[in-house]
């Protein structure tokens, strides 16, 4: 099935330029200032005003920051509701037991029990359970109320501190990095897609390029799931729709499988040495599915419409081609060893094709 007038090869395709050390790392280190500049905050009201036991809003301040990036402002709701139900409840069970040592254990007991179960159910009570440790191991020494007052409003401004950082010292724009991300796997599955279709279409020998490509895409397709949670749960006034995203991920993902798949058996495409004149709209899909790859990326990454390049009708072409190509039986004297990969290559371009149509149908949803 070599090609008597092979095409030009096409130019090989371009990664993602691998980020540099700031862009790799920028994140963790804003991340990082910002818990440190929360606390230092904290510390300053708490000394500055020689506030008892303000210590607390110290702590809470450094764990709110870093319980949930881009989402501070729920970890902040969820730390004070844990403290304050801890709070309450030790203040109420507490001298109902006694204050002696039995009723602080037996207290300890119940509340920590109950506010496991609770933890369990959501994540809101994390902080009930020590809270309300806090409060019987502290609060036994003196008045619970007055601990468990202190305790909830050390709290509080901790958190509010956490927040008010959060969003003014480098605000993350969860729902931009997830756009960015989904679009860097587009431009490193459409990367992986030009070279495997070179060797299969071409006879271009790029084996450890494609092999390189492919893992370069699946440390792509890392951290997408963190990236949504941070989405979801970020503060703003437009709704997140977040099963738009996940139909895109997940359509994103079967056309990555496919694409590894096709990689593994890149070198079986080469040795096979495929006609691309068996058919001639072959060569002409893979590169209008090149230019969607590159569409699609750009129109997730900035949030504007896909431009249509011909898809629809390059499908259909090849089609038909296909139709003629089984009723004549063309491939049915070659040997299996280049008529298994001939087949499986269009089948493979064919679905690719289909997926980024679907894949495009979804893209209007994401908000």
């Known amino acids: 099935m070599s090609s008597t007038n092979p095409s ?17 790392e920028s994140a963790a280190i804003k991340q990082g200032i910002k818990t440190g500049l929360a606390g230092t905050i904290a510390y300053a009201i708490y000394a500055g005003w020689h506030l008892h036991q303000g210590y607390w809003a110290v702590f809470a301040a450094l764990v709110v920051t870093q319980a949930n990036v881009g989402a501070s402002w729920k970890a902040a709701l969820y730390r004070t509701i844990g403290s304050t139900a801890g709070a309450l409840a030790a203040a109420i069970v507490f001298p109902a037991l006694g204050k002696g040592q039995v009723g602080a254990g037996l207290a300890l007991f119940l ?6 179960y609770l933890t369990a159910l959501h994540s809101a009570f994390t902080a ?23 305790r909830v409003l050390y709290t509080a401004e901790g958190a509010f501190v956490a ?37 299969a279409l071409h006879g271009i020998d790029n084996e450890d390029q494609v092999r390189q490509l492919d893992h370069q895409l699946h440390d792509l397709r890392r951290g997408i799931t963190q990236q949504m949670d941070e989405a979801r749960s970020e503060l703003t006034f437009s709704r997140f729709n977040e099963s738009a995203y996940q139909q895109v991920v997940e359509r994103a993902d079967q056309i990555r499988r496919r694409l590894t798949a096709m990689a593994e058996d890149c070198t079986l495409y080469l040795h096979a040495r495929i006609d691309p004149s068996l058919l001639p709209s ?4 893979a590169e209008k599915t090149t230019q969607k790859f590159a569409s699609l990326a750009e129109s997730v990454r ?23 190509l ?5 491939t049915s004297p070659f040997a299996l060893d280049r008529m298994l990969p001939f087949w499986a290559l269009v089948f493979n371009l064919r679905e690719i094709a289909q997926d980024l149509k679907e894949l495009e149908s979804l893209l209007p949803q994401l908000a």
């Open 282 to 285: 072959l060569p002409r899909l």
């Open 163 to 199: 927040f008010a950082v959060g969003a003014v010292i480098w605000p993350v724009h969860a729902r931009e990095g997830l756009r960015l991300k989904i679009a860097n796997i587009l431009d490193g599955a459409g990367a992986l897609y030009r070279d495997v279709t070179a060797a």
């Open 111 to 116: 509340l920590a029990s109950l506010f496991a």
């Open 326 to 330: 089984r009723a004549q039986r063309v």
């Open 8 to 24: 030009q090869p096409l130019e090989p395709a371009p990664f993602p330029i691998k980020p540099s050390f700031w862009a790799r």
């Open 302 to 324: 900035a949030a504007k419409q896909v431009p249509s390049i011909g898809l629809d009708a390059t499908i259909r072409t090849l089609d038909a081609e296909l139709a003629a």
């Open 128 to 150: 009930a359970g020590i809270t309300a440790a806090i409060i019987l191991v502290y609060g036994g020494q003196g008045e619970p109320w007055h601990a468990a007052w202190l």
